[in-house]
């Protein structure tokens, strides 16, 4: 089998995770319920985690990052804990349906709402964006890089214009989070989401993200937090302010471990032999007639993404043929994000996603693109 559908999730990580994860199986009781060896292995390994997350991303102290499910769950926290009726976001085509969902619910609640465009290659204008700031507008709310076409959005712009007029910068950062240094203080990011089974290469069920020091979120959730029990309120300290109940401390050793072997190996190194596979597919395939490839490839500030069609064919139907015929493992469809698909105008036929891992080869990506040219043949 050859894996090629990274951005969905990492299926090969390092073996340390593996191990992480099986060792807490064996040592880790409940974090913050008690002071046996168990509970304290649990609080340690997870603090010792939260420390190094806050190292990774440059965050002021450990107490800035919280653990959660993933970024959905992160995003679903950021947008309902922040924005309320009579406040105006800003966001863009390139959004998942994380962040496009919880917005609409906003939006449902008295939240306006402005949806930056792009152009022919995916690609937004800061020009529109400083255009629609408004009077009561609170934030702009973006991917770090689409999960469709890998088009980065440039941070450091998109949080000038924020820091310019006093709003709030909440960035989805699935798709890089791992594979890109992302510095929140330099990029004067506020919440910083982000999964733990992508580019972070941790198991599946782990996630966070960041929140600026004094930055007030609501909570989606309360309960029991190990901390403040006779409080009827759920603890306002952070991080157990947006942490409500047992955390995934098996799934939190693994994501340690990953975060440890990455700054170990860097993301410099990580992202480098990324965009290598992801460029010489590209490549590889953009010369074949009758493929059509989606994004701006000009440039290297992109995710190791290669998102395609061949003709007319429908694109679950040649994902299924690379599965079956060739053992690639690619992502066809919607994508779970429909402004981009619409922008495209592959709302019917979708598109299949290439995406790649630090774990891929340079035989793997020669196989894929002669499985795509012989399809394309056919």
């Not at 997350?53 to 993933?70: K, M």
């Not at 401390?249 to 410099?268: E, N, P, R, Y």
């Not at 690379?322 to 922008?343: D, F, K, Q, S």
Request: glycine share 10%; net charge negative; aromatic share 6%.
């Amino acid at each position: 089998m050859i894996y090629m559908d990274n951005a969905a999730t990492t299926l090969h990580k390092p073996d340390a995770v593996k191990e992480a994860v099986m060792a807490a199986f064996d040592t880790m009781g409940n974090a913050g319920r008690g002071a046996s060896r168990p509970a304290l292995d649990a609080s340690r390994v997870i603090y010792d985690t939260r420390e190094k997350l806050a190292r990774f991303f440059h965050a002021e102290n450990a107490n800035q990052i919280v653990f959660t499910a993933n970024s959905t769950e992160s995003l679903n926290i950021a947008i309902k804990g922040l924005f309320a009726g009579g406040d105006h976001v800003i966001t863009t085509v390139l959004e998942h349906n994380s962040v496009l969902r919880p917005l609409r619910e906003c939006e449902e609640r008295g939240t306006e709402l402005t949806i930056l465009g792009c152009d022919e290659k995916g690609r937004i204008s800061f020009a529109e964006m400083e255009a629609a700031v408004r009077e009561n507008t609170k934030a702009i709310v973006c991917t770090h890089a689409s999960n469709l076409t890998g088009n980065m959005i440039d941070l450091k712009k998109a949080g000038e214009t924020a820091r310019r007029h006093g709003l709030l910068f909440v960035v989805d950062a699935s798709q890089t989070a791992g594979a890109c240094e992302i510095d929140v203080q330099k990029l004067g990011i506020d919440v910083l989401c982000f999964t733990g089974h992508k580019g972070l290469m941790g198991p599946q069920g782990t996630g966070g993200m960041y929140v600026r020091p004094g930055l007030s979120v609501r909570p989606l959730l309360s309960g029991g937090s190990g901390v403040d029990t006779y409080n009827p309120r759920h603890p306002s300290r952070m991080p157990a302010a947006l942490e409500a109940g047992t955390l995934n401390g098996h799934g939190i050793a693994g994501l340690g471990a990953a975060v440890s072997w990455i700054m170990d190996k860097g993301t410099d190194e990580i992202r480098k032999r990324e965009l290598s596979l992801m460029r010489r597919f590209y490549e590889g395939i953009i010369r074949i007639p009758g493929i059509k490839v989606y994004g701006d490839f000009d440039t290297d500030d992109r995710a190791a993404i290669v998102s395609l069609n061949i003709r007319d064919y429908d694109s679950s139907e040649v994902s299924d043929e690379l599965n079956m015929e060739y053992g690639i493992v690619t992502r066809p469809g919607a994508h779970c994000a429909p402004l981009m698909h619409r922008a495209l105008g592959t709302v019917e036929q979708g598109a299949v996603r290439f995406s790649f891992s630090y774990f891929n080869t340079e035989e793997e990506v020669d196989t894929a693109i002669r499985a795509v040219r012989e399809l394309a043949c056919e």
